[in-house]
């Protein structure tokens, strides 16, 4: 039985990659040394115990080849636990609090969608995205009003912060909005 842990952004990251073509540590390593995903982290020390922790899990697999070599090598797949664990991750629907806590998570889970949703069902989320950041946005505007009323509740700095992240959502609704037009013309 799969433990009921969540999964770190991480360890998705790696189920995602391995899910696309069987990888070893190294080519992982790899990946995440060259490319944007290493945001998550690109340490061998954090990527390798991750690895472990997901084949423990049940997760992933591992076969060894070249074991009659110094260098035996580890490939990693998918598992039929893992696909399944990171399809519920990938279509969770996305609320308030999960996009305010964790918008990387959300992307990172928008680019593995490939893997398990039809157009149509990526169009919905995207919308759902949208309008669950444009929500966020008027949360956002009206905490902004009341601190401009209360001049002395706020300082300089922590308005302007605030106004970048009212932007950055903007910004991301407006994404997901175009996002969900491209995907919807593909078809």
Avoid at 21 to 48: D, N, V
Wanted: glycine content about 4%.
């Amino acid at each position: 039985m799969v433990s009921k842990r969540t999964l770190t952004n991480l360890e998705y990251a790696l189920l995602g990659l391995v899910n696309q073509a069987p990888q070893t540590g190294y080519q992982l390593c790899k990946i995440f040394e060259t490319s944007p995903i290493g945001h998550y982290s690109s340490s061998p020390g954090s990527i390798y115990p991750a690895l472990n922790r997901l084949e423990k899990r049940g997760l992933l697999h591992a076969r060894v080849e070249r074991q009659s070599t110094m260098r035996p090598r580890r490939v990693f797949s998918v598992s039929q636990d893992g696909r399944h664990s990171l399809r519920e991750w990938v279509t969770a629907p996305v609320d308030k609090n999960v996009l305010f806590r964790d918008e990387d998570g959300v992307m990172l889970r928008f680019a593995f969608m490939d893997a398990f949703l039809q157009p149509a069902e990526t169009v919905a989320f995207l919308q759902q995205l949208s309008d669950t950041t444009s929500d966020l946005i008027a949360d956002l505007n009206r905490h902004h009003q009341e601190i401009s009323r209360a001049s002395e509740a706020h300082t300089a700095t922590g308005t302007l912060a605030l106004e970048y992240g009212i932007s950055s959502y903007r910004n991301l609704a407006r994404w997901a909005k175009r996002t969900a037009s491209k995907v919807a013309n593909k078809n």
